[in-house]
């Protein structure tokens, strides 16, 4: 395999044929969405994440990692050359690259590259696993020297039958036959409590890891913060700290924030794609120590939703 580093990584074969079905390309019982890199938008984002860095300069850290899709990670190494597409290697470098000198970027692809062969993202859906999102995390605390709580530590929860997006756009045979599991890890501390505030104004609350077990097939990733809010506010009830942080996420963010929860006393989380409100004020009111800004490589390339960021810091 290549090299990353000192370790050769991992090589991954199959004797699958590929073939294209609802912009999905399928290899045996997984599926990849295809990719491509749209520069003029990643200078977009780059421009939108670097102004909130600056304008929050002396008030918040801000922290960017923009996450690889499995087309980019465990897609087995002969069809590289095959699947359409860009390479998201590069695409991370020229993204995070384009950032100015108040953001600091989070680099995952070589991260996830080094558990290429570990069950990192979902075959029927396209996000990653409670473990992918693990490894976004050590990365974190690794850029704020923060010590990451091993996954052992963690109480973890399991939920069989999911069928996500892939196959709810190819309703594969092969897929269908071969549903994911949802791994989750229960935070530490045990005195968690989330309030959402939802796009049509309702104020539900849920716990941080949702019980999905009774969930249709295909909304077994709600498992993860009880799916999508426009905002959630999370508190932890051990910590007496006053530190705290604003996510702002599309919904890989989900897998992800469960594992901040031990380390700040409130995680602010919002959804770009429904929340209104300005950011940079909404972050100087709440004094938040960290701003961090996890969106996947699809959503970079996406003008409909880079849009949408814009918005919320051009009030």
Request: aromatic letters at 12%.
């Amino acid at each position: 395999g290549s090299q990353t580093g000192s370790k050769t990584l991992d090589t991954i074969t199959t004797d699958a044929t590929p073939y294209q079905s609802g912009g999905v390309y399928v290899v045996g019982s997984s599926g990849f969405e295809m990719y491509n890199y749209v520069d003029s938008l990643a200078k977009s984002y780059a421009d939108i994440v670097t102004s909130v860095a600056d304008q929050l300069s002396g008030v918040s850290t801000v922290y960017t990692l923009a996450v690889p899709l499995s087309s980019g990670i465990t897609l087995p190494d002969a069809l590289y050359s095959d699947i359409p597409g860009s390479d998201q290697a590069q695409a991370e470098k020229d993204i995070l690259a384009a950032m100015g000198n108040n953001v600091k970027t989070v680099p995952l692809h070589d991260v996830l590259m080094s558990h290429r062969s570990e069950y990192i993202y979902f075959r029927t859906d396209h996000h990653w696993t409670a473990d992918g999102a693990y490894y976004a995390y050590e990365a974190y605390c690794e850029s704020k020297n923060l010590l990451p709580i091993s996954r052992g530590r963690h109480e973890k929860r399991e939920f069989d039958g999911f069928l996500g997006s892939f196959y709810n756009d190819t309703k594969s045979k092969k897929l269908q036959k071969h549903p994911d599991t949802v791994t989750a890890y229960e935070p530490i501390s045990k005195n968690i409590s989330m309030e959402c505030e939802e796009a049509n104004g309702s104020k539900p609350s849920y716990p941080v890891i949702y019980d999905v077990a009774k969930h249709p097939a295909s909304l077994k990733y709600n498992a993860f913060l009880a799916g999508d809010h426009a905002y959630a506010k999370i508190t932890n009830e051990d910590l007496t700290d006053g530190s705290s942080c604003v996510v702002v996420k599309e919904s890989f963010g989900n897998a992800f924030v469960p594992f901040l929860v031990d380390h700040y006393q409130t995680v602010h989380v919002i959804d770009y794609r429904y929340w209104n409100q300005d950011l940079i004020s909404f972050v100087e009111k709440k004094q938040a120590d960290d701003l961090i800004f996890v969106n996947n490589l699809s959503m970079i390339r996406s003008d409909y939703l880079t849009g949408r960021l814009a918005q919320l810091i051009n009030k």
